[in-house]
């Protein structure tokens, strides 16, 4: 092991996302396991700033895997985007005796973590925690795989009730500006479209596709929304078809929060679990001021800055076979 380091502390930021809990199990567990002590800190960087911080021991983590949210709470820090947030956020570091961080959230708090690690020449680490799978240097973010889930339970029960019905529904999904959750829970759902904040097209394509499904008796339609979709909201997209398609009874559903919660899937728990140990032990390799993911089943460390910057590109395959099943 290269790194001086016998001190970490660790928080979750931004929106919370199933695995986040697993996560941290993983870090405290592993930290003890290289006897190094072990720091939560509550509430993101607002609790780094006001001195929310407690030592953890192996049992502070006992039963928390198979729970969603996180026990060390969440926050989107304003204070921390100003000079003077992080400064009071770095005194409370050096008064804690800190000699790293394991930051758990998405590109807003890799962001954060990337502009204080360069200003306090303080090691951190990034462990990628958001339903939303929007960073580049891991296939899969924590979290992603339950929303995805949950997602395509939902439009399994939406599909009930349209196809009760012979409705069209529009069932908009978070992501931000990403459409990860949408195509995913878009073909496991049997969508007839999804729109994505990743294309440009217009609203014509959807129109022809569900005219081809009247005329060929299809009985209920469900078209997935991204929530950063350019076209509009669901409910925008939902005025607008009714316009051309008058003979569609219409209805839409906002899935929203409900994607971040619940208890985290195997694949976002065995993941939590790798990037947990793979956080601290790169910390203890030296490593500093990246992010750890799994990329094709290796672990790999990018720098924190690059897996923001970058722009993960949804895969073409995936939405080639969509189009082709959603006939
Ligand atoms: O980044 C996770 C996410 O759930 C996005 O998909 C969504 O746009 C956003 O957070 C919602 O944020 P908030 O919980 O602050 O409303």
């Known amino acids: 092991m290269k790194a001086n380091i016998k001190k970490i502390a660790v928080l979750t930021s931004g929106g919370d996302a199933p695995g986040m809990n697993a996560a941290v199990r993983a870090v405290v567990r592993s930290s003890v396991y290289y006897n190094l002590d072990v720091y939560g800190i509550y509430k993101g960087y607002d609790g780094l700033i006001n001195g929310d911080i407690e030592q953890l021991q192996v049992r502070s983590v006992s039963n928390i895997l198979s729970r969603g949210g996180t026990f060390l709470l969440s926050a989107r820090s304003d204070e921390f985007r100003t000079k003077e ?16 961080l394991v930051v758990i959230g998405g590109d807003g708090s890799f962001t954060g973590a990337d502009v204080f690690s360069q200003e306090y020449d303080v090691p951190v680490l990034g462990i990628p925690g958001t339903i939303d799978n929007d960073l580049a240097g891991t296939d899969f973010t924590i979290g992603y795989d339950t929303a995805c889930n949950t997602a395509t339970e939902a439009i399994d029960k939406i599909r009930d009730t349209a196809s009760s019905h012979e409705r069209l529904f529009f069932v908009e999904v978070m992501g931000r500006d990403a459409g990860f959750i949408a195509v995913n829970s878009g073909i496991s759902g049997g969508a007839v479209a999804m729109l994505l904040p990743e294309h440009n097209w217009g609203i014509d394509d959807l129109i022809r ?119």
């Open 209 to 327: 596709r569900l005219q081809r499904g009247a005329s060929s008796e299809k009985a209920s339609n469900i078209v997935i929304v991204a929530e950063g979709c350019k076209l509009g909201s669901a409910y925008d997209i939902a005025a607008k078809v009714k316009t051309q398609l008058d003979y569609f009874d219409i209805r839409v559903t906002v899935l929203g929060h409900l994607q971040r919660g619940g208890s985290p899937t195997t694949s976002d728990r065995v993941l939590a679990s790798r990037l947990g140990v793979a956080a601290v032990e790169g910390l203890l390799n030296g490593q500093s001021n990246v992010m750890v993911g799994v990329v094709n089943s290796n672990v790999v460390y990018t720098p924190i800055n690059e897996a923001v910057k970058t722009i993960k590109k949804i895969d073409a395959e995936e939405f080639r076979i969509a189009k082709i099943l959603s006939i």
């Open 85 to 100: 947030g992080r400064a009071k956020a770095y005194k409370n570091f050096k008064a804690n005796d800190l000699d790293a």
